[in-house]
C-alpha cells in the first residue's frame, strides 16, 4: 500500500553552523518539521540539540545556513521573529516564577491589563478565564490555578510550560528534554500532550534521552544528531532503540548501552 503523501515541511533549517570560539557545535546540519508530526531530536550529550533548537527559536543565529518557514527562506534576527512566525520553544529550565500561580505564569510578561486609566492592571478574571480554557482543552483541569507553581510537582510545572507555550496558538513547539525529571507516569502524561498537539496539527520538535520508554511511543520520526552533525534520521515505527542508539553513540558499542 502506498503511504499517504508528506505534508510540506512547515519549518526547514538548511545547512546550519554554529561555532562557540573553537567549538563546532553544528556543522551543515538540516532538519524538517511538518505539522501534525512529532518529530524526536536524540543525540548524546553535546551532540548539538540544544544548540539546534535555540537557532530554531531565533535565540542564537547560525554562522552558516537558511531558516524557511512555509517554504519561504525568513530573515531571523531574535526570538521575537520566531514568535512571530508561531513558533514557541519550552526550555530546558521551564523559566517558570516558583512564586507566581499557574495564571500568572502562563501569561508571564504578556498579561492582558485593562487601559491605562485604570493603570494597566492586569485583568486577573479574564487571564483566569483563558487559562482554564487552555488547560481544559489540554485535559490539565486538576492544576490548581492559585498555587505557586514552585508547590507543584515536576510534571505539572512542565505541564503548566507547555501550556504557556500553546497559549498564543503556535504552530510549531520545541520542547528541549521535557521529561528529563519526570517520573515515568508524568512523562506519559506529557507524552500524551505532545501527541495531542501534533494531532491538532501542529509541528512539534521533541529532544529526549529515553529512546525506549519516550521517543519510539511519543515521535512519528528521528532525527539523530553526533557531534554536531546529522547522523541518521528513522521513521519512529520502523526501527529498533538498538538502531537508534546505534546511531547516536557511532557504532556497535551502542548495543550494550542500550540494553
Ligand atoms: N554558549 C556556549 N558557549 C560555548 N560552548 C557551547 C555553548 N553552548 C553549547 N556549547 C557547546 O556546543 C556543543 C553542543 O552543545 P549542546 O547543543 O548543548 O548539546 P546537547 O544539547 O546535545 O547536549 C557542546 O560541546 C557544548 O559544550
Ligand atoms: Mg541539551
Redesign the pocket.
Known amino acids: 500500500m502506498q503511504p499517504p503523501p508528506l505534508p510540506d515541511p512547515i519549518l526547514s533549517l538548511r545547512h546550519i553552523s554554529k561555532s562557540?570560539?573553537g567549538?563546532k557545535?553544528l556543522q551543515d546540519v538540516s532538519i524538517e518539521l511538518r505539522p501534525g508530526e512529532t518529530t524526536a531530536l536524540v543525540?548524546d550529550?553535546?551532540?548539538?540539540?540544544?544548540?539546534?533548537v535555540k537557532v530554531m527559536s531565533g535565540v542564537l543565529r547560525p554562522d552558516e545556513g537558511q531558516y524557511l518557514f512555509e517554504g519561504r527562506e525568513v530573515p531571523v534576527n531574535g526570538p521575537r521573529d520566531v514568535a512571530r512566525l508561531g513558533v514557541q520553544t519550552v526550555y530546558q529550565d521551564l523559566a517558570l516564577c516558583n512564586n507566581l500561580d499557574a495564571v500568572q505564569n502562563l501569561f508571564l510578561g504578556r498579561e492582558r491589563t485593562g487601559p491605562w486609566w485604570t493603570g494597566f492592571r492586569v485583568r486577573r478574571a479574564e487571564c483566569e478565564r483563558r487559562a482554564r480554557d487552555v488547560l481544559r482543552r489540554m485535559r490539565l483541569d486538576s492544576i490548581a490555578l492559585d498555587r505557586p507553581v514552585g508547590a507543584m510537582s515536576g510534571g505539572q510545572r512542565q505541564n503548566i510550560a507547555i501550556a504557556r507555550s500553546i497559549l498564543w496558538e503556535p504552530k510549531v513547539v520545541l520542547l528541549d528534554e521535557p521529561t528529563a525529571a519526570l517520573s515515568h507516569s508524568a512523562a506519559e502524561q506529557v507524552g500524551a500532550l505532545i501527541n495531542g498537539l501534533a494531532s491538532h496539527g501542529l509541528a512539534v520538535l521533541v529532544?529526549s534521552h529515553d529512546i525506549h520508554n519516550f521517543v519510539l511511543e511519543n515521535s512519528d520520526r528521528i532525527e539523530v544528531?553526533r557531534l554536531?552533525k546529522n547522523a541518521a534520521h528513522f521513521r519512529s515505527g520502523e526501527v529498533t532503540g538498538e538502531q537508534v542508539v546505534n546511531a547516536m553513540v557511532g557504532g556497535k558499542e551502542g548495543v550494550n548501552s542500550a540494553a
Open positions: 562557540f570560539g567549538v557545535a543525540g550529550n553535546g551532540a548539538g540539540k540544544s544548540t539546534l529532544i544528531l554536531g
